[in-house]
């Protein structure tokens, strides 16, 4: 990526400054700022509603920007739509295969879209189809392949045309835990050739796992921004114990053990003690003759972060 498609100022590949989205008078993101570096992998968290998706399509120059500034790749999408789309690689929430054709000419028919030269676009389909973990199963229908592997295949049909920058939405939504780490494994290999990557999700781990720096969204505004590890030591403590008593009593204890942990969130299945010393803020609790169904010390998470921040857990 040239120096000329990136933002003069910044370096970066993405920039918006207030950027705002409206649906008549619906505002689904609100005035956000926020920067993405060349060959990084960028997240934004938060929940069904939080304003991500109506980001990513305004960034794919697929929705205009109802105000505020975005610069993609150094262009103006309002004025360089065409060009920046031809840069872009975009994995939409569902999948859009064409169930009847095999997988490669699903790469091979997608890749004639942007002219390139099929002795070249064989070699780049043969690629894609290694990335993809799909080679075995190039001349077989789309239709009987699982869910984890269509998914590969619409991520390798993205990559066709070799973008500097990839948009995921929520790419693993729906996917067992073995596919969604046989795909987190791809979108590493992409990371290391440089490519930028831009990914929604709701899910606390895979953002933790895929991304160098992140924001959290609610309502449309960005709540905090930073790298997983200086989210979680800004607003959050060490260790986090989870305690789960008869569902009626987790306020009554939570406000008998507030003393215990910086800070308590109560619930509806279980009450969370915040807290950088895990394993003695049990012992205390269990010392005060409380005896919880169940009881857990985990490390602080991105989930804690957002219920900090929001209120609310991530997935609801």
């Known amino acids: 990526m040239s120096g000329s498609e990136l933002d003069a100022e910044t370096g970066a590949a993405v920039q918006a400054r207030g950027l705002t989205k409206r649906f008549g008078e619906f505002t689904a993101v609100d005035g956000v700022d926020f920067d993405i570096q060349a060959g990084e992998a960028f997240g934004f968290l938060g929940p069904n509603g939080a304003g991500k998706t109506s980001t990513m399509r305004m960034i794919a120059c697929l929705s205009p920007i109802s105000g505020g500034s975005l610069q993609v790749l150094g262009l103006d999408p309002m004025r360089d ?3 920046i789309r031809s840069r872009i690689g975009l994995v939409p929430q569902e999948d859009t295969l064409d ?3 095999t997988v490669r000419d699903n790469l091979y028919l997608y890749g004639r879209y ?3 030269p099929k002795k070249q676009l064989r070699e780049r389909v043969d690629q894609l189809l290694e990335f993809a973990r799909l080679t075995e199963r190039a001349d077989e229908r789309v239709d009987p392949l699982s869910g984890g592997m269509r998914r590969r295949l619409t991520i390798a049909r993205a990559l066709v045309s070799s973008p500097d920058l990839v948009i995921l939405d ?4 729906g996917l ?3 596919a969604r780490h046989l795909l987190w494994d791809r979108l590493y290999r992409l ?3 440089g490519v930028t990557l831009v990914i929604t999700t709701h899910y606390m781990d895979e953002a933790e796992q895929l991304c160098d720096r992140l924001v959290v969204m609610d309502a449309g505004r960005i709540a905090a921004a930073g790298s997983p590890r200086e989210l979680i030591e800004q607003w959050s403590t060490r260790e986090v114990v989870e ?3 008869e569902p009626e009593g987790h306020q009554a204890h939570g406000d008998r053990l507030a003393d215990l ?3 308590v969130e109560v619930l509806p299945d279980r009450l969370l003690l915040y807290t950088d010393e895990g394993d003695a803020t049990l012992d205390a609790v269990r010392s005060r003759g409380k005896s919880p169904i169940a009881a857990l010390v985990r490390r602080s998470t991105l989930e804690d972060v957002f219920l900090h921040l929001t209120g609310r857990s991530l997935v609801e």
Not at 170 to 173: G, L
């Open 81 to 83: 739509g065409p060009r």
């Open 99 to 101: 169930l009847e054709l």
């Open 114 to 116: 942007f002219g390139l």
């Open 170 to 173: 929520e790419p693993t939504t």
């Open 176 to 178: 067992d835990p073995q």
């Open 191 to 193: 990371k290391r050739e």
């Open 243 to 245: 305690l789960r008593f």
């Open 261 to 263: 942990a910086e800070r």
